[in-house]
């Protein structure tokens, strides 16, 4: 939910201050704002709840704690890619790939009722999965308009 909460926020903060910048709307141009900040957001998560998120991939894949660390930064990177032309088409495939590749480690995490803030089981479970794969289907929708289409 947070997530959504800081990409629908700095969306609406940038469409005014786009405006007020350059004296017209660049409607793309915020979305893209609002994804790369969204996308530094959660990656913090990568570096702050390390445990939970280890926890959100199966055990038999290798370099789980490395993996979390690098999708953390890979989301940074590609979040300030989105905000330069020459790669934000680029960039913005890749996220979708990213986001559709993220998937099985949130329904990995519901069914365990992984809680990767706190490091336990004690998660929502499958019911958060109600929510969290239209999310998803929001982010890859959100950055195939912005930045492939845009």
């Not at 992984?114 to 959100?142: A, E, H, M």
Request: aromatic share 16%; charged share 10%.
């Amino acid at each position: 939910m947070k997530p959504l909460i800081v990409l629908i926020l700095v969306f609406l903060v940038s469409v005014f201050a786009l405006k007020f910048l350059r004296n017209q709307y660049d409607i793309p141009m915020a979305a893209r704002i609002a994804m790369c900040v969204m996308l530094c957001f959660t990656a913090i998560a990568h570096f702050v709840f390390t445990k939970g998120m280890v926890m959100m991939i199966p055990e038999k894949i290798p370099f789980r704690t490395e993996l979390v660390y690098t999708t953390g930064i890979i989301e940074v990177i590609l979040g300030i890619c989105l905000l330069i032309s020459s790669t934000k088409v680029y960039s913005g495939w890749i996220l979708i790939i990213f986001f559709i590749f993220l998937l099985p480690a949130n329904i990995y995490a519901a069914i365990k009722h992984i809680d990767y803030q706190k490091g336990t089981y004690n998660g929502n479970g499958t019911s958060y999965l109600w929510f969290r794969i239209p999310l998803q289907i929001v982010f890859i929708v959100w950055t195939f308009w912005c930045a492939v289409l845009y």
